[in-house]
T-cell receptor
Framework: GAGVSQSPRYKVAKRGQDVALRCDPISGHVSLFWYQQALGQGPEFLTY????????KSGLPSDRFFAERPEGSVSTLKIQRTQQEDSAVYLC?????????????FGPGTRLTVT | DAKTTQPPSMDCAEGRAANLPCNHS???????VYWYRQIHSQGPQYIIH???NNETNEMASLIITEDRKSSTLILPHATLRDTAVYYCIVRVELFAGGSEKLVFGKGMKLTVNP
């Protein structure tokens, strides 16, 4: 079946521009996560949704980062006034349930380059 | 911070077993050990997880020591497609009744050579 999809796969933004990154989780998955992966590093947690509720946003690096999942399915990560340090791969993951030892399924990521 | 330590890299010959070590000396009694891998330019992929018993699935085997302070992921017959960064993760229970974020370290680069 279809996995997690993300769009665009690549995004180049000039410093100061706003960007929006989209995540389509696996249908029926309750939990949705966003991670940021800098070059040569492991992914780092940004934020978590359980259905439409954003239960944790402790990993968002600044108030320029905003995420939403208004209908409990598709999610958008928005970055305002992009800076060069925002350049990274942004990964979305979903999992079936809200608790328990369920694995997370990752999308291919969006590579953001801020020039 | 990641609660696991892994060597930065390892090589393995194609067709041989690859044994990937991980130390997690501060693991708590109710924390699971998870393994994910990330092939170049792809998102991480779940491999296997365990609590204290050894586990096996179609991809790999997980051997956890009796004291649970370390584990080994075994790929029984490594292929070139197994070349990837492998992450050993202790699952953090973050949300009461909710799902858990994954705390990745830098992982270990496994290179399978022909």
């Amino acid at each position: 079946g279809a996995g997690v999809s993300q769009s665009p796969r690549y995004k180049v933004a000039k410093r100061g521009q706003d960007v929006a990154l989209r995540c389509d989780p696996i249908s029926g998955h309750v939990s949705l996560f966003w991670y940021q992966q800098a070059l040569g590093q492991g992914p780092e947690f940004l934020t978590y949704f359980q259905n439409e509720a954003q239960l944790d946003k402790s990993g968002l690096p600044s108030d320029r980062f905003f995420a939403e999942r208004p209908e409990g399915s598709v999610s958008t990560l928005k970055i305002q006034r992009t800076q060069q340090e925002d350049s990274a791969v942004y990964l979305c993951a979903s999992s079936l349930a809200a608790s328990g030892s369920y694995e997370q399924y990752f999308g291919p990521g969006t590579r953001l380059t801020v020039t | 911070d990641a609660k696991t330590t892994q060597p930065p890299s390892m090589d393995c010959a194609e067709g041989r077993a690859a044994n990937l070590p991980c130390n997690h000396s501060t693991i708590s009694g109710n924390e699971y050990v998870y393994w994910y891998r990330q092939i170049h330019s792809q998102g991480p992929q779940y491999i296997i997880h365990g609590l204290k018993n050894n586990e096996t699935n179609e991809m790999a085997s997980l051997i956890i020591t009796e004291d649970r302070k370390s584990s080994t992921l075994i790929l029984p017959h490594a292929t070139l497609r197994d070349t990837a960064v492998y992450y050993c993760i202790v699952r953090v229970e973050l949300f009461a009744g909710g799902s858990e974020k994954l705390v990745f370290g830098k992982g270990m680069k496994l290179t399978v050579n022909p």
